[in-house]
């Protein structure tokens, strides 16, 4: 069965509606792939390009035509725009408008309006010059790792001729019924959709890919591999933020310096694939233990820290017992072997809101060196300058003696 005009407009639109509306899902899910987003309003705006051109013959042909026109000049427009955002680059609004406000100061001339052929060869200029620019765009920059670099390019170079074309074009392909419209329908058709639909699916996918990927990358650099952990680095990050956050609400935090006992003597006895497990079930039963909002990390080998939000000294040391209980509980036996690991924790609260994370770490630190001279599997506290206990401002202290261990 022969397509006619009704057909033809048809299925451009619902070809450029879906595709725009999949677009524009796709940068609802990842709102940072702001490409797909301008690539899905132009799709948007061709579709409306094409409704308003289906209207020829049935309210006044020129206002259904300039508009039509109008509409597509700035969907290409944004297409290109869309080009440099994936690129990295900024946009150029001015070209949102540039195509579209010469195509109307052309139209309030009545001869461009007379001659048909002069009006397509306008607009195919103006639709081939933003293809060629897009084109451009992924010749210059970071679309080279790309595998689909070249098909795209040498694509939107032939769809930017094949617009400029149009005009001259339309007289020489014979196609059924002597109609301009019909024509310049099919030449939209093949211009346009079969060209611009696959390579747009295809950036979908790249973009998406890239984004994962970065995304994937940018997880792993802040995770130790081992226990899903976050790194010293990042767990310094996260506790610094914490920090302000709670001194903003007028709040400090506990921090815990945890380190397993005699593990290089685990590795060295069961083997490292024991003493990986002994890790693991480390941060494990430690994250059970600590609420939501609390942090915690692996600095490196054996030794991890812990924030805890909002913590009085009681309540810190409460956390750190239960840590260090319900850890030797489950490192009792591990994989057939009875380890019997152990944990020593040193806690300090912080006094003053001028204290950094890196300084409660190391008071932090001192306490845990204490523990392990006073024989490991236990608790200390850090110790002020003056000798006392550390406290968190509006906490009561547990009145606890320089150096007594935690009960």
Request: glycine share 8%.
């Amino acid at each position: 069965m022969a397509l006619d005009v009704k057909t033809l407009f048809y299925l451009t639109i619902y070809i450029d509606a879906i595709l725009g509306a999949l677009l524009l899902f796709v940068w609802s899910q990842n709102l940072s792939i702001r490409a797909v987003a301008w690539w899905g309003v132009a799709h948007i705006l061709r579709a409306v390009s094409v409704v308003l051109l289906g209207l020829y013959g049935t309210v006044s042909d020129l206002i259904a035509l300039d508009l039509s026109n109008a509409i597509l000049l700035c969907s290409y427009a944004v297409t290109w725009n869309g080009a440099r955002v994936f690129d990295g680059r900024p946009t150029r609004p001015g070209a949102l408008i540039a195509g579209a406000a010469i195509w109307v100061g052309l139209c309030l001339w009545p001869g461009f309006n007379a001659d048909p052929h002069l009006r397509a060869f306008v607009s195919g200029l103006i639709v081939g010059t933003y293809a060629w620019l897009t084109a451009y765009e992924f010749w210059r920059g970071r679309a080279e790792r790309l595998i689909s670099r070249w098909p795209a390019i040498v694509i939107l170079f032939a769809h930017g001729a094949l617009f400029m074309l149009r005009s001259p074009l339309e007289s020489l392909i014979n196609l059924p019924g002597d109609n301009r419209l019909f024509s310049s329908a099919w030449l939209s058709v093949l211009s346009a959709e079969s060209i611009l639909f696959p390579i747009s699916i295809a950036f979908i996918l790249l973009a998406m890919a890239k984004e994962r990927a970065e995304l994937t990358h940018k997880i792993a650099a802040k995770l130790d591999p081992l226990t899903g952990l976050p790194n010293r680095r990042a767990f310094l990050q996260d506790a610094d933020q914490l920090r302000m956050m709670q001194i903003g609400c007028g709040r400090g935090i506990a921090l815990l310096m945890i380190d397993l006992d005699h593990f290089k003597s685990i590795n060295d006895r069961f083997g490292h694939s024991v003493g990986d497990r002994v890790l693991q079930i480390f941060a494990k039963t430690t994250a059970a233990n600590l609420r939501s909002f609390d942090l915690i990390g692996r600095l490196g080998g054996e030794e991890f820290a812990a924030v805890l939000a909002e913590s009085s000294q009681e309540e810190a040391v409460a956390v750190a017992e239960r840590i260090r209980i319900s850890f030797a509980a489950a490192a009792a036996v591990v994989d057939g072997c009875a380890v019997g690991a152990t944990t020593s924790v040193g806690v300090a609260l912080m006094r003053d809101a001028s204290q950094a994370v890196t300084a409660l770490l190391g008071q932090a630190d001192k306490a845990l060196y204490r523990a392990k001279e006073l024989g490991r599997n236990r608790v200390e506290l850090a110790e002020t300058a003056a000798g006392e206990p550390t406290r968190l401002s509006g906490a009561t202290p547990i009145g606890a003696a320089r150096g007594r261990t935690a009960a």
